[in-house]
């Protein structure tokens, strides 16, 4: 009957999906514009990436722009991250662009799923992987299980490098500072061990070098700004698309030696 069929056609092809991503190249936690960037071209070179929001919708803070004014200001340092997915883009002022927020949020996502990512919404991570003190993946559960308080063991994603997306929280690196009894200062500069971010101050938010902060560990867009003290600047997106590109390029860089 078509109503099993439908059923079965769900979830077996739903969990080769997930059993595929058991063994990854790069995780990236976090759905927002820098780490689908970074899952797009991460894949692109053919690399093994999968992509972990915890909300039903990836995209982060881009769908609404400013205070659900949906359109995005983007700099000019930016605008050939904007050609390689196609979005339509018009000048402002000032080396300043803009582009509708909707017909660009869907295109980084199509575009990386495209490509390969696999994007697993509905994901909360929960905790992280070491191996000989390095990060080698991610513990992730269901966000419902999570946010309702039940007693539901989670499930172990390996990768040979994570990425922390997950916006001004960067949740992945406090999580690391906190199990291995590191300082992480969000007030003047965050500081893992005796690795440091280096991260230009102000709007632009892009990571300048794309640093691993910590054996196995990138991050990028907010997440690299809150670690290292960077105040939230709004609806500029253009540094966190850059910071994913960095990112990406450094891991694709280093995997492919």
């Not at 689908?36 to 929001?53: R, T, W």
């Not at 992945?172 to 969000?186: F, P």
Request: charged share 20%; net charge neutral; proline share 4%.
């Amino acid at each position: 009957m078509i109503e099993t069929q439908v059923s079965q056609g769900i979830i077996s092809t739903y969990f080769k999906k997930l059993e595929k991503c058991l063994e990854l190249d790069v995780a990236v936690v976090g759905g927002g514009p820098s780490g689908i960037v970074a899952a797009y071209y991460l894949a692109k070179a053919g690399l093994k990436v999968a992509q972990f929001d915890r909300k039903l919708s990836p995209g982060g803070g881009m769908w609404g722009g400013a205070m659900m004014f949906n359109e995005i200001v983007i700099q000019k340092e930016a605008v050939p991250v904007i050609k390689d997915f196609g979005i339509k883009i018009e000048p402002y002022q000032d080396d300043l662009y803009v582009m509708d927020s909707i017909e660009c949020t869907s295109a980084i996502l199509y575009k990386a799923a495209h490509e390969g990512a696999s994007i697993f919404n509905c994901y909360s991570v929960e905790d992280v992987v070491f191996k000989k003190n390095r990060v080698s993946g991610v513990v992730v559960n269901w966000t419902p299980v999570l946010r309702e308080g039940l007693h539901v063991d989670p499930l172990n994603i390996m990768a040979k490098f994570v990425i922390d997306g997950t916006g001004h929280d960067s949740e992945v690196s406090k999580t690391i500072a906190r199990k291995n009894g590191v300082h992480l200062n969000t007030e003047t500069g965050g500081v893992i061990g005796e690795r440091s971010l280096d991260v230009i101050a102000g709007e632009d938010l892009v990571v300048k070098g794309s640093k691993e902060i910590y054996p196995g560990l990138y991050v990028c867009g907010m997440a690299s700004s809150a670690v290292s003290g960077t105040p939230r600047m709004g609806p500029i997106f253009g540094g966190m698309l850059m910071s994913g590109k960095k990112v990406a390029d450094e891991i694709i860089a280093r995997l492919k030696k």
